[in-house]
Nanobody, 119 residues
Framework: QVQLVESGGGLVQPGGSLRLSCAAS????????MNWVRQAPGKGLEWVSA????????YYADSVKGRFTISRDNAKNTLYLQMNSLEPEGTAVYYC????????????WGQGTQVTVSS
C-alpha cells in the first residue's frame, strides 16, 4: 500500500534551517509529482511547494520562495524540503502529498512532521 513518512521536523530558532524528508513506498515514486503542504495552528491547509516526477521542475508558494528548496531522489524514493531563514510564521505541521496527474489534487498524504519556529 502507498505510504508516505515524513521526518526531520523539530524546534528551530527564527533564521534557522531544517531539512524535511519524506520516504515513499508502495508505488512507483518516479512517476508522480510530489508536494509539500503545511497547516499552521488554527489555520487551513497551505500548499508550499511541488516538484515534477523527474525533479526538473519546481514550484513554490510566494510565502516561501527564495527560502525553501524542494528536491527528490528517485533512486531512494525520497522527497526533501530544505527550509532556510525560517520565520515564526513557518510553524506548522508539514505534510508530503502525492499529486494526482493533471490536477492540483492530492490522493495520499503522510502523517506530517511538526516544525516549530520560536526563540
Amino acid at each position: 500500500q502507498v505510504q508516505l513518512v515524513e521526518s526531520g521536523g523539530g524546534l528551530v530558532q527564527p533564521g534557522g534551517s531544517l531539512r524535511l524528508s519524506c520516504a515513499a513506498s508502495g508505488f512507483t515514486f518516479s512517476s508522480y509529482w510530489m508536494n509539500w503542504v503545511r497547516q499552521a495552528p488554527g489555520k487551513g491547509l497551505e500548499w508550499v511547494s511541488a516538484i515534477n516526477s523527474g525533479g526538473e521542475s519546481t514550484y513554490y508558494a510566494d510565502s516561501v520562495k527564495g527560502r525553501f528548496t524542494i528536491s527528490r531522489d528517485n533512486a531512494k524514493n525520497t522527497l526533501y524540503l530544505q527550509m532556510n531563514s525560517l520565520e515564526p510564521e513557518g510553524t506548522a505541521v508539514y505534510y508530503c502529498a502525492r499529486g494526482v496527474a493533471g490536477t492540483r489534487l492530492y490522493d495520499y498524504w503522510g502523517q506530517g512532521t511538526q516544525v516549530t519556529v520560536s526563540s
